[in-house]
């Protein structure tokens, strides 16, 4: 059977595909076919039939609808459940310092500082090291070293925040005690951002540790908005008679500027969400002062401690109305970041997990 | 012909000298921040490698934790717990994902549905893990009164779905669009063709994407706080608070006791040599991928 049908194929094979190439319908083709190959058959006996395709399309647009859904729902979790916070402090829960639970009063700023000041901190550590590996990997680095190194920096991507906390407690709290913190304390002391006493826990520690972990976000994103530049832009540049350097100051940063600043603020977006590995090293202690030694506390790290101690509905609520503020501010934030990535990648496949 | 301004050898020279300086000066400062990066890397691992591995020994894996004062003592039901929850995660996460990646590269590609969904997906994957946590919290422990392994696994599913979403869909972008279009004039149906021809093909780039999914929340512990909570004893009722390995590496990290704190660097090694394996294989699964470089 199987022979005979397949034999015949190449004489008639040029004005068939050529049909049957844009039809849908399989009844359409029946009539101009040869001799129909039983895997023919097959396929269509099992495949044919709107309610299976119908059915299929269906589940898939559901299952893209669930993100949508994730979203609302999480809003909508959220919102319900800091009602009672919202009703009771209003906008002034943003701009007020107390925080006592004793007293059932409730005000977010220290946090929102710490979280802010953090941030930006580890931001300002990290830009200027993973742009200038994001350029050594692309324009600098030898074929055989690119793999390797670009695999290693990713794989800091890959440690959990809480190895990150660990790590940070028993190994960079001690070493910013007893050898960083003396000698920003004698050369910066004078700014007042670096005060005696440093028990190595604190706004400073978070930073260095936030820093490390969002450096291979912003260096592989803007490695990847980078490389979307065309190759002809840099051999004008050099044609010219540019160094190197000159070639990716005029043709690959400023091309991708626009991209770079969103690697940077999708960077600044996971460092405002980061929680255990702050949590473990920043000292959660709600103040603000200008001394970067001194132990503070962020929104996320706040959660993370007192949420399974929260005593009382108005505690627990104020709590998640920390949540929600944070779950906006990173929506935002990260909103703004993927729309200046996508601006400049747009076109090209970079991936931008 | 306009007279240009005369430049003396001597300006050209520093001309020159200023951007060959600059030059250099960029190369070796970012060969030196190669280096520099490369630094905390190697001090997490190295000391990982160094605590950790004195720590483990046979009863860390088969026994539950003892109380403080006793030495000996694993975390035995931390590992099972973690695999536990695990399983619940990405028996949720990974198909909704795949289904919603194949909506987006099959279906939804151009229109504005699509790129609404996408868009969602690239936000929802920035979301910090604590908001997964409260969100798993206020939707099933709120409303069961009681902590639970299933909490923690629909949280950390909830953040499996975007990033599993966005891999498949990349990797079905990848399928040639030749092969969807034999598949057609064959007369075969638009769903049959999803499932066995592009989901086929684009299927090792399919299992990176879940297996980095998996490794990225394999060792998530924030959303973990208050869903699974953590455990002392041995548990494996997916309606009980159940112990995580993260979640015990927090604890015992931050206790007084060098017993524990011992106990924690080998947690933290063992979490790690987990994700570090999955993440190595993915990459060598990736590297020999069939449908590397099949861009459109």
């Given at each position: 059977?199987?022979?005979?049908?397949?034999?015949?194929?190449?004489?008639?094979?040029?004005?068939?595909?050529?049909?049957?190439?844009?039809?849908?319908?399989?009844?359409?083709?029946?009539?101009?076919?040869?001799?129909?190959?039983v895997?023919?058959n097959?396929?269509?006996?099992?495949s044919?039939?709107?309610?299976?395709?119908?059915?299929?399309?269906?589940?898939?647009?559901?299952c893209?609808?669930?993100?949508?859904?994730?979203?609302?729902?999480?809003?909508?979790?959220l919102?319900?459940?800091?009602k009672?916070?919202?009703?009771?402090?209003?906008?002034?829960?943003?701009?007020?310092?107390?925080?006592?639970?004793?007293?059932?009063?409730?005000?977010?700023?220290?946090?929102?500082?710490?979280?802010?000041?953090?941030?930006?901190?580890?931001?300002a550590?990290?830009?200027?090291?993973?742009?200038?590996v994001?350029?050594?990997?692309?324009?600098?680095?030898?074929?055989?070293?690119?793999?390797?190194?670009?695999?290693?920096?990713?794989?800091?991507?890959?440690?959990?925040?809480?190895?990150?906390?660990?790590?940070?407690?028993?190994?960079?709290?001690?070493?910013?005690?007893?050898?960083?913190?003396?000698?920003?304390?004698?050369?910066?002391?004078?700014?007042?951002?670096?005060?005696e006493?440093?028990?190595?826990?604190?706004?400073?520690?978070a930073?260095?540790?936030?820093?490390?972990?969002?450096?291979?976000?912003?260096?592989?994103?803007?490695?990847?908005?980078?490389?979307?530049?065309?190759?002809?832009?840099?051999?004008?540049?050099?044609?010219?008679?540019?160094?190197?350097?000159?070639?990716?100051?005029?043709?690959?940063?400023?091309?991708?500027?626009?991209?770079?600043?969103?690697?940077?603020?999708?960077?600044?977006?996971?460092?405002?969400?980061?929680?255990?590995?702050?949590?473990?090293?920043?000292?959660?202690?709600?103040?603000?002062?200008?001394?970067?030694?001194?132990?503070?506390?962020?929104?996320?790290?706040?959660?993370?401690n007192?949420?399974?101690?929260?005593?009382?509905?108005?505690?627990?609520?104020?709590l998640?109305?920390?949540?929600?503020?944070?779950?906006?501010?990173?929506?935002?934030?990260?909103?703004?970041?993927?729309?200046?990535?996508?601006?400049?990648?747009?076109?090209?496949?970079?991936?931008?997990? | 012909?306009?007279?240009?301004?005369?430049?003396?050898?001597?300006?050209?020279?520093?001309?020159?000298?200023?951007?060959?300086?600059?030059?250099?000066?960029?190369?070796?400062?970012?060969?030196?921040?190669?280096i520099?990066?490369?630094?905390?890397?190697?001090?997490?691992?190295?000391?990982?490698?160094?605590?950790?591995?004195?720590?483990?020994?046979?009863?860390?894996?088969?026994r539950?934790?003892?109380?403080?004062?006793?030495?000996?003592?694993?975390?035995a039901?931390?590992?099972?717990?973690?695999?536990?929850?695990?399983?619940?995660?990405?028996?949720?996460?990974?198909?909704?994902?795949?289904?919603?990646?194949?909506?987006?590269?099959?279906?939804?590609?151009?229109?504005?549905?699509?790129?609404?969904?996408r868009?969602?997906?690239?936000?929802?994957?920035?979301v910090?893990?604590?908001?997964?946590?409260?969100?798993?919290?206020?939707?099933?422990?709120?409303?069961?009164?009681?902590?639970?392994?299933l909490?923690?696994?629909?949280?950390?599913a909830?953040?499996m779905?975007?990033?599993?979403?966005?891999?498949?869909?990349?990797?079905?972008?990848?399928?040639?669009?030749?092969?969807?279009?034999?598949?057609?004039?064959?007369?075969?149906?638009?769903?049959?063709?999803?499932?066995?021809?592009?989901?086929?093909?684009?299927?090792?780039g399919?299992i990176?994407?879940?297996?980095l999914?998996?490794?990225?929340?394999?060792?998530?512990?924030a959303p973990?706080?208050?869903?699974?909570?953590?455990?002392q004893?041995?548990?494996?009722?997916?309606?009980?608070?159940?112990?995580?390995?993260?979640l015990?590496?927090?604890?015992?990290?931050?206790?007084?006791?060098?017993?524990?704190?011992?106990?924690?660097?080998?947690?933290?090694?063992?979490?790690?040599?987990?994700?570090?394996?999955?993440?190595?294989?993915?990459?060598?699964?990736?590297?020999?991928?069939a449908?590397?470089?099949?861009?459109?």
């Amino acid at each position: 059977m199987i022979e005979q049908d397949s034999i015949p194929l190449p004489q008639t094979q040029v004005p068939q595909t050529v049909v049957a190439e844009f039809v849908e319908d399989p009844a359409a083709v029946e009539p101009a076919a040869a001799p129909p190959s039983v895997i023919r058959n097959f396929l269509q006996a099992k495949s044919s039939g709107r309610v299976a395709d119908g059915g299929f399309a269906g589940l898939m647009v559901l299952c893209a609808l669930s993100i949508f859904v994730i979203v609302l729902l999480i809003i909508w979790v959220l919102v319900a459940n800091s009602k009672l916070s919202i009703h009771a402090f209003g906008w002034k829960f943003f701009a007020s310092q107390v925080w006592d639970p004793v007293s059932g009063d409730f005000g977010a700023l220290p946090f929102i500082w710490g979280t802010v000041v953090s941030s930006l901190l580890a931001v300002a550590m990290a830009v200027p090291l993973a742009l200038c590996v994001a350029i050594f990997l692309l324009e600098i680095c030898p074929q055989f070293l690119r793999g390797p190194i670009s695999f290693l920096t990713e794989l800091l991507a890959a440690i959990p925040s809480v190895v990150y906390g660990l790590w940070g407690v028993f190994v960079l709290v001690p070493i910013m005690r007893d050898n960083v913190g003396p000698v920003l304390e004698k050369y910066l002391g004078w700014t007042g951002l670096f005060v005696e006493p440093n028990f190595g826990v604190g706004m400073f520690t978070a930073s260095v540790i936030l820093a490390i972990m969002i450096f291979p976000v912003i260096s592989s994103i803007s490695r990847d908005v980078m490389r979307v530049v065309p190759v002809s832009q840099r051999e004008a540049a050099l044609a010219l008679g540019a160094t190197r350097w000159e070639m990716i100051r005029i043709s690959v940063l400023r091309n991708a500027r626009i991209g770079i600043v969103g690697s940077v603020i999708l960077g600044l977006g996971r460092a405002l969400g980061e929680t255990m590995a702050v949590t473990m090293v920043i000292g959660n202690h709600p103040d603000i002062v200008k001394n970067l030694f001194a132990p503070a506390y962020t929104l996320a790290s706040v959660i993370a401690n007192e949420f399974t101690e929260a005593t009382g509905d108005l505690y627990l609520s104020a709590l998640i109305e920390i949540g929600l503020a944070l779950f906006l501010v990173t929506i935002v934030v990260n909103a703004i970041a993927r729309i200046l990535v996508w601006a400049v990648t747009r076109g090209d496949t970079a991936r931008t997990a | 012909m306009p007279a240009l301004p005369v430049r003396s050898a001597n300006h050209e020279w520093l001309l020159k000298a200023r951007r060959n300086f600059s030059n250099h000066l960029v190369t070796a400062l970012s060969i030196l921040s190669t280096i520099v990066v490369l630094v905390p890397l190697i001090a997490v691992l190295g000391y990982l490698i160094y605590k950790g591995a004195s720590s483990l020994n046979w009863a860390f894996f088969t026994r539950v934790p003892v109380p403080v004062g006793e030495t000996g003592g694993g975390m035995a039901n931390s590992i099972v717990g973690s695999g536990i929850i695990l399983a619940i995660a990405s028996l949720m996460g990974i198909p909704v994902g795949i289904g919603a990646g194949v909506y987006l590269a099959e279906y939804g590609a151009g229109t504005w549905f699509g790129e609404g969904v996408r868009f969602t997906a690239d936000v929802l994957n920035g979301v910090p893990s604590i908001v997964m946590g409260i969100a798993g919290y206020a939707l099933i422990v709120a409303n069961q009164k009681h902590f639970s392994a299933l909490a923690g696994g629909v949280a950390l599913a909830i953040m499996m779905v975007p990033t599993v979403a966005r891999t498949t869909e990349e990797m079905l972008r990848t399928v040639p669009h030749a092969v969807r279009e034999a598949a057609f004039g064959l007369g075969i149906a638009k769903w049959r063709t999803v499932l066995s021809i592009s989901l086929r093909t684009a299927m090792p780039g399919i299992i990176t994407g879940c297996m980095l999914a998996f490794a990225r929340v394999a060792g998530e512990t924030a959303p973990l706080l208050f869903t699974a909570f953590g455990n002392q004893f041995w548990s494996t009722n997916v309606n009980q608070p159940i112990a995580a390995l993260p979640l015990q590496i927090y604890v015992y990290a931050l206790s007084p006791y060098d017993e524990w704190h011992r106990l924690a660097w080998a947690g933290a090694l063992v979490l790690i040599a987990m994700i570090m394996v999955s993440v190595t294989l993915v990459r060598i699964f990736a590297s020999r991928g069939a449908i590397k470089g099949g861009h459109h």
